[in-house]
């Protein structure tokens, strides 16, 4: 009588914890089974911390053209404190250099740059500066520090004097996206006169002075550098800069965009004939 009375209380208590166990998966347990199957296998997934997952990707935009490239043994010439505004000037005598041209920066700054200086007439509130077009002359002279500088077409007048029209032709192509430049002439060899900002700091708006023989007023863009654009990667940008000591400066593709853009995108290259 003993064995049968626990054998029906155990049976009792089997029933009655699978009913207990059938009601809490029936009133508490369902609505969480019911969210987990309605997840994607992504939701369900978990998410693990990868600083890989943080890296920029770089996009590359120019997809018809190699990542990287470097045009080999492109002079450097450091304007230094003998051209502190010269930077143009420099810049086109790498580039002469660079096609086998025997010249220096003052025989170019002497013998082909066009330059005129400023000065003022009246006194406080009724003076007034006058100076050259910097699209037509260097305003005030490459030796001295306090001089202003010059525009595309000047450097492109210049080099045409220098080369005479023999073997090269001079190209000003203010205008060109820098992807264009990079095609054309980057990947073909040929270094371009560049105009962006010194170290590629942010323009700003310069003297205004009345142009000679004119009543039209110019405001310089202050900060204005020359360089010559030598080569790519997918990061940077690599320049012979004459404001630099080092032979190859690398900066930032992004940031060189902006000045290049600031500067109204003035460029000018030196293309063999033929």
């Known amino acids: 009588m003993c064995t049968k009375l626990k054998r029906f209380l155990l049976s009792t208590f089997q029933n009655i914890a699978g009913i207990s166990a059938a ?29 890989l997952f943080d890296e920029p990707v770089f ?75 910097p699209n037509e ?9 306090h001089s202003i500088g010059c525009y595309a077409p000047v450097i492109a007048d210049s080099l045409e004097r220098c080369t005479n029209g023999d073997d090269y032709e001079i190209i000003n192509e203010t205008g060109s996206s820098i992807g264009e430049l990079l095609r054309e ?27 000679i023989d004119t009543d ?5 863009i202050a900060g204005e550098h020359c360089l010559v654009l030598t080569g790519y990667d997918h990061e940077y940008y690599y320049f012979s800069d004459p404001s630099c000591d080092e032979p190859v400066t690398a900066y930032k593709k992004d940031i060189v965009e902006k000045r290049y853009n600031e500067l109204g995108k003035q460029c000018v290259v030196m293309k063999q004939k033929g």
Request: hydrophobic share 40%; aromatic share 18%.
């Open 23 to 51: 009601v809490f998966l029936l009133f508490f347990a369902e609505p969480f089974v019911i969210e987990f199957m309605e997840k994607t296998p992504e939701e369900i997934q978990p998410v693990f911390e990868n600083k």
């Open 59 to 133: 996009e590359w935009i120019e997809p018809d053209i190699p990542w990287e490239y470097q045009i080999e043994d492109v002079p450097h010439i450091e304007q230094g404190d003998d051209y502190p505004t010269g930077c143009e000037s420099v810049s086109a005598v790498m580039v002469l250099q660079y096609f086998g041209y025997d010249i220096s920066p003052d025989e170019f700054i002497d013998d082909y740059l066009p330059k005129m200086d400023t000065y003022a007439e009246g006194e406080g509130e009724n003076r007034v500066i006058f100076a050259a077009d």
């Open 137 to 145: 002359y260097f305003v005030g002279d490459p030796y001295d520090e």
């Open 185 to 211: 002439y980057i990947l073909n060899d040929i270094p371009v006169i560049f105009w962006a900002t010194m170290n590629m700091q942010p323009s700003r708006e310069g003297t205004t002075w009345t142009i």
């Open 216 to 220: 039209r007023e110019f405001t310089w």
